[in-house]
């Protein structure tokens, strides 16, 4: 077990580096001269060389990347080249935002989408089953841009239930700013996670020790509880973390949809501004936050199931 | 008599495409999915013959319009029909679709068959970039692409084809890793059969049918990523109409002109769910393993 998560955190290491790797050569290498394209075509050329040596672009290719990577191990991100501010504390600022919106769109999918998914396992096939399976099948697939824009027009244009755009202010009008996000965010999850669980259950459902268990009397509902929930979670764990990448990817469009300041945000306006150290930021930022969470979901399936426990 | 002979035999079967389709209009999602998938698909290639206006044609009078006979769907701001603008826009979403599938399709799944065959270095390569790219957060890399090389359709198709690799090579790899140790590959060997032969006859043919499931499942993400990257502004450049460009349109004056936001999502809604539906009916009427299990 303890080799088995060795083993994960440093493939994971690995992914990182490499990840690193390519976008420091798309950034840095592939369109020539990010100087140029940040001071943009009609600066002069004392400046562009001026921040070329500022930003260490006069270096050797490979020392520039071993600069770059000695840098980020220590969590310094560069410099902001518009402000001078450093990258970290910008990023560490917005952080809380973007990770209270993500987690809680996922929250709501998960307390709506496990228990559901559950029910229509256990009650396979009946009409609640059909309409639950149709509804997801039709939200999943959406795209959240659409979702979003459909949730302000219904919500906040129409019927002026709650608050549109901001971050709010206070921590019950904070928390009135995050419902619409969130449950917008979320609704896919929910769908994907209702039919995750569902299927899971309905292959455990299956096996020999349910059959055992009805045959001596336990109840359904503690059946399904008790029994059955912690093995068919497993799987349903694996589809959240792989997840996580596109919850965040579409936290971008919904914090741009709502205008809340974040993580999106952050690298949207940097990227309109054409300051990539911050967009490089924003994107590794995301991608360390995807391989912990991914390096966890596969600890926590291995210690949940006793099966993939021991093919180890 | 040599026509009798031709007589005696069994009436021919209808071709398979036909008798897939008859047993997908056979399920309610397959009907659900077929019409939409069919009336999207119309739109993008009957076009130029079924727009009622030109979708650049600048109308000052109708500016901000809302739905009247004259302009079914209303007007945007600068007074375009939107009918049209939706029209003109499959026909670019549909390209971007079939650019973008087609070639990830081509890559992920000839990578997925050599890895799974049994090229374990080239595999291991394959499998770290793909993990390197599942771990990147799509928009944010999209957009930092975007701004680098450029903004455009042709950005939008790479960013497609970049993130629908990882997919089609997980599925072919491992499908040809469990191929590859049935009995008749095995057969198909010992007579002599090249390495090429087998892939290329033995295997490509049986993973089809689950390539196809997964196309049809991954176009409403190639919608999405159209959609996500034309709304944020680094997609298709004005005056090109596609889903996301109007998106963008819509969500400026979605004060003014609410209508606007709201038209332009209906196209991507019912490409989603016709997509998905039908991705879900082929999977059952095309995977042998999925059974459908007693009705209570």
Known sequence: MVWYGLRRIAHGGLVLVTAVGMMFWFIYVVPGDPASVILGPRADEAHRVALRAEMGLDKPIPLQFARFVERLSVGDLGKDVVTQEPIAGLIA????ATLALTFAGLGW?????VPLGCWCAMHRNSWGDRLVGVVSMATLALP????????????????????????????????????????TLGLGWAGYLIRAVRSSMLEVLQENHVRTFRAF??????LALRYLLKITIAPVIAVVAIGMGSLLSNAVIIEIIFLRPGIGRLAYDAVLQRNFPIVLGAVLVAAVFYVICSIVAELLIASLDPRVRSAL | ??????????????????LLARNLWSSAAGRVGLSCVLLIV??????????????????????LAAPSFQHWLGADQLGRDLLSRIIDGSRVVMSIVVIGVGVALAIGMAAGVIAGY???????????FCDVIRSLPMMLFALAVASLIGTGLGTVTLIVIVFLIPVYFRIARNQTVVLKQSEYVTAARAMGASSLRVMLKHILPNLIGQMVVLVAMDVPTVIGIEAGLSFLGEGARPPLATWGSLLRDGFAFIREAPHIAMVAGVPIVIATIGF???????RDSLDPRVTRGPRH
């Open chain 1, 144 to 183: 959240s841009t659409i979702l979003g824009i459909y949730a302000l027009l219904l919500f906040a244009v129409t019927l002026h239930w709650l608050p549109a755009i901001g971050l709010g202010s206070g921590v019950g009008d904070e928390f009135r700013h995050l419902l619409l996000p969130a449950l």
């Open chain 2, 118 to 128: 049994g090229f374990r270095t080239v595999g291991a390569m394959f499998a770290l």
């Open chain 1, 217 to 222: 009397g336990v109840p359904e509902p503690r």
């Open chain 2, 1 to 18: 008599m040599i026509t009798a002979h031709d007589d005696a035999r069994e009436p021919r079967p209808a071709p398979a495409l036909i």
């Open chain 1, 93 to 96: 600022h917005v952080l809380p």
């Open chain 2, 276 to 282: 998905t539906f039908l991705g879900e009916a082929l």
């Open chain 1, 109 to 113: 999918a998960l307390i709506v989408g």
């Open chain 2, 42 to 63: 119309g739109c993008a290639l009957l076009d130029p013959w079924i727009v009622p206006y030109d979708p650049n044609a600048i109308d000052v009078s109708a500016r």
